[in-house]
């Protein structure tokens, strides 16, 4: 029987009947069996051969398992202490750090659901969130609180909030924990209790919000990185991508915990510099990022090398092999390359370096199954291109969207990627079938930066797609139509970028901008985005 008396998020998952086909590996527990995702990897990592190895490090501090077992448990408790109950949600908004990092494990031990989300978000994106999960407490890092105050002065400061990042703060999470036990039993949740709620941004700009369960995250973690990544307790672990995409999630926090591996979290913001200074400093082992990020390392870690590194894992856009022979060239290495998604929490296509082959991202990982499907749902043979489908042990599971029904055909997550599987199983990824801009690993939705682009009284008309980019996959253009009185220009162009970065995350400021005099459109008034696209030379 569940543990979760919050139903919130369980009477909002998609009927079963629109759930994907999941496939489970022989031995694995049951949606209702009991199973607490932080008790299978921290808890149990008390009586394995790294309980008193380290778990989190950084420029300051370094935690073992057992030291982090014990903050984990002492957060778990003060978080409880605020009156919420199992399935409740909590948003967790902060930077790459082991104050996110315990207290992400804490939310998730107690039975509540995180709702992790990135801290370049401003607060008109924060509200969406806050809208959508319905969070009933706030754990905020202190170098982010002034958008998380704005979004909650939208809730009439309703919403508790609990700082953390600051040891001697009276009311933050760390001294609200510090006279807390050390010793908290783990929430009695079965596998189909919910762990997290991940939030991604679709092609209409309305939030997405993924649901993964504790045994969703639990079969993630012995599946990628089982079988292709091999990682071991002696591997130390440093990347870019932020805890609040499953990506980092997975690579920078959960995966390292399945085999007793460490994690070094830089401090500061990270450019190509400063993350192979980490990367030394840390004597990494594997280091996650996009390949955007390890084309401009390339030069910098030629000149400083990491002799330590050994594993060099590629996701969140298409990996183009000129990166891939860069960093080659550069280390000595070959890249491991993935394909996941939100939908899914992680990697469900890839190759260990030993197996990859030029052109191709890889091959399914065991666990799970993938076909190319034609348009009409028909299975297609090995050299035709396609729409990627896929099934294994996690799948899509939207909160209260009517998109379920686009992603998941017949049991299968259909991902929007248009891909090419050779005769020996490999994928080649063409490209979105959707009008999803992906930028240096980053998803964008183009109709919400047409929205902050009409909210300034120069735009009377505008449309957003992605123009190819040969450094960052794609870049965000925007087609304007002026109102009258303005004039196209450099500083008119600056004007909104610059307003586009002040309403959302600066990331999702458009690079590029055209001025017309009007845009394609249909009879019945639509934007025609393809026409757009055209616009741009091949």
């Avoid at 190895?53 to 778990?76: C, G, H, S, W």
Wanted: glycine share 8%.
């Amino acid at each position: 029987m569940t543990a979760q008396t919050d139903r919130f998020v369980h009477d909002r998952l998609p009927s079963r009947s629109d759930w994907p086909v999941f496939i489970y590996a022989p031995g694995s527990p049951s949606g209702e069996q009991p199973l607490n995702l932080i008790h299978e990897l921290l808890d149990k990592s008390l009586q394995a051969p790294w309980a008193d190895k380290v778990l989190f490090r950084d420029p300051n501090q370094t935690i073992t398992y057992r030291e982090a077992n014990a903050l984990v448990n002492q957060r778990a408790l003060a978080i409880l202490h605020m009156g919420l109950e199992p399935g409740n949600r909590v948003l967790l908004r902060g930077s790459n750090s082991i104050g996110f990092a315990l207290a992400w494990l804490a939310i998730v031990k107690a039975g509540l659901v995180a709702v992790a989300t990135m801290p370049l978000l401003r607060a008109k994106e924060l509200n969406e969130i806050i809208l959508k999960a319905q969070p009933q407490l706030v754990l905020c890092d202190m170098a982010l609180l002034i958008e998380m105050n704005i979004a909650r002065d939208a809730h009439g400061k309703s919403l508790p909030l609990i700082p953390f990042g600051d040891a001697v703060a009276p009311h933050g999470l760390e001294s609200l924990s510090a006279d807390q036990p050390t010793k908290f039993e783990a929430c009695a949740t079965i596998g189909d209790d919910i762990a997290l709620l991940a939030f991604t941004s679709g092609t209409t700009g309305l939030p997405k919000v993924a649901c993964h369960s504790h045994l969703d995250v639990w079969s993630a973690c012995k599946a990628w990185p089982s079988h292709v990544l091999n990682s071991t307790h002696n591997d130390v672990v440093v990347g870019s991508p932020p805890l609040a995409f499953t990506f980092g999630l997975g690579g920078l926090l959960l995966f390292p915990m399945t085999v007793g591996a460490s994690v070094y979290f830089a401090q500061g913001p990270l450019n190509p510099e400063t993350m192979v200074k980490a990367m030394q400093d840390a004597a990494c082992t594997i280091c996650y990022t996009a390949p955007t990020f390890y084309r401009h390392m390339a030069a910098v870690i030629a000149a400083q090398p990491v002799p330590s590194l050994r594993i060099s894992v590629s996701a969140g856009e298409a990996l183009p092999d000129a990166t891939r022979q860069l960093w080659k060239s550069a280390t000595g290495l070959e890249m491991v390359d993935g394909i996941g998604a939100t939908e899914l929490f992680h990697i469900f296509i890839s190759s260990a370096a030993e197996n990859v082959r030029a052109g191709t991202i890889g091959q399914v990982v065991p666990g799970y199954l993938a076909c190319v499907m034609s348009e009409t749902g028909e299975e297609l043979p090995s050299g035709q291109i396609g729409i990627l489908a896929v099934r294994g042990p996690t799948g899509c599971k939207y909160l209260s969207d009517q998109r379920q029904q686009s992603y998941v055909h017949n049991g299968w997550n259909i991902t929007g990627d248009m891909v090419m599987q050779d005769i020996d199983g490999y994928i080649h990824y063409q490209s979105r079938s959707d009008d999803m801009i992906i930028s240096a690993g980053y998803n964008i939705g183009g109709p919400e930066v047409e929205d902050a682009l009409l909210s300034h009284p120069a735009v009377a008309e505008c449309g957003v797609v992605g123009k190819p980019d040969a450094e960052r996959g794609m870049v965000v253009q925007a087609f304007c139509v002026l109102s009258k009185g303005y004039e196209p220009g450099p500083e008119l162009i600056k004007l909104l970028q610059d307003h586009v970065k002040s309403t959302l995350a600066p990331y999702k400021y458009p690079r590029d901008m055209v001025f017309l005099n009007q845009l394609p459109r249909t009879p019945t008034g639509k934007l025609q985005r393809f026409k757009l696209r055209d616009l741009n030379p091949t």
